[in-house]
C-alpha cells in the first residue's frame, strides 16, 4: 500500500543551526511534492511546492530536495529561529491522468522545536 | 483578498447525530477539497469539489457527503457521526484542479460524545 513517513519524533535544535526534515514515501510516483507548516489549532500554510524533475528548490531559509529514486525528500531550514517552531507536513499529488488531480496524500508530520 | 473561512469554529455532537461544516473558499478559487485531521495525524483527504461537482473521493464511508455553491463555498455533511468523527476537519481551496497549491482554513474543531 502506499505509504508516507515522516520523523514522528520531535526534532530539537538550536537557535542558528540548520534543521533537517525527512520524508520518505513508497508504492507511489509523485508528480510533485509539497511542504505545509502547521501551528497548533490552526490549518496548514504552503511553504514550498517541487515537481518530480526537479532535484532541489530554494525559498529564502527553505531549500527542498526531491530524489525520486529513494523516493526521498528532505525539508531544511537554515539558521533556525524559534519563530520556526512548528510541525511540518510533507504532501504527495499525483498526476494528471491518474484521477484525482490535486488530491494531497499528507505525511504525519514532523514537530520542530528551536530553542533560543 | 480574502482567505479561506470556516464556520463554526468548534462544535460538540452526540453520537448518531448529523453535522453541516461550512468552508469560504479564497478569492477567485473555484475549488474546494475537504481533509480530517485527528490528533497527531497529517490531514486525510476526503473528497474534492470543482466547479460544483465531485471530482475525488478518499476512502471515507458515503455519510460523509458534500456540496459546492455557484459561489464555490462549499458545506461538509456527516450523518450518523460516530465517536471516531471526532477531528478537525479542514477545507482548502485552490485555483483549479490542476493547480496543486492548496490555501488552507483554520479548520473546524468536531467533537462527538
Known amino acids: 500500500s502506499q505509504k508516507i513517513e515522516q520523523n514522528s519524533e520531535a526534532l530539537n535544535i538550536q537557535e542558528g543551526k540548520t534543521a533537517t526534515l525527512t520524508c520518505n514515501y513508497t508504492n507511489y510516483s509523485p508528480a510533485y511534492l509539497q511542504w505545509y507548516r502547521q501551528d497548533p489549532g490552526r490549518g496548514p500554510v504552503f511553504l514550498l511546492l517541487?515537481?518530480?524533475?526537479?532535484k532541489e528548490k530554494r525559498k529564502e531559509r527553505l531549500k527542498v530536495t526531491f530524489d525520486t529514486t529513494l523516493k526521498q525528500s528532505l525539508f531544511h531550514i537554515t539558521a533556525s529561529q524559534p519563530a520556526d517552531s512548528a510541525t511540518y507536513l510533507c504532501a504527495l499529488v499525483r498526476g494528471s491522468g491518474s484521477g484525482n488531480t490535486g488530491k494531497l496524500i499528507f505525511g504525519q508530520g514532523t514537530t520542530l522545536q528551536v530553542k533560543p | 483578498e480574502t482567505g479561506v473561512t470556516q464556520s463554526p469554529t468548534h462544535l460538540i455532537k452526540t453520537r448518531g447525530q448529523q453535522v453541516t461544516l461550512r468552508c469560504s473558499s479564497q478569492?477567485?478559487?473555484?475549488?474546494v477539497s475537504w481533509y480530517q485531521q485527528a490528533l497527531g495525524q497529517g490531514p486525510q483527504f476526503i473528497f474534492q469539489y470543482y466547479r460544483e461537482e465531485e471530482n475525488g473521493r478518499g476512502n471515507f464511508p458515503p455519510r460523509f457527503s458534500g456540496l459546492q455553491f455557484p459561489n464555490y463555498s462549499s458545506e461538509l455533511n456527516v450523518n450518523a457521526l460516530e465517536l471516531d468523527d471526532s477531528a478537525l476537519y479542514l477545507c482548502a481551496s485552490s485555483s483549479g484542479t490542476g493547480s496543486y497549491e492548496q490555501y488552507f482554513g483554520p479548520g473546524t474543531r468536531l467533537t462527538v460524545t
Open positions: 478569492s477567485g478559487h473555484n475549488t
Open positions: 517541487i515537481r518530480e524533475n526537479e
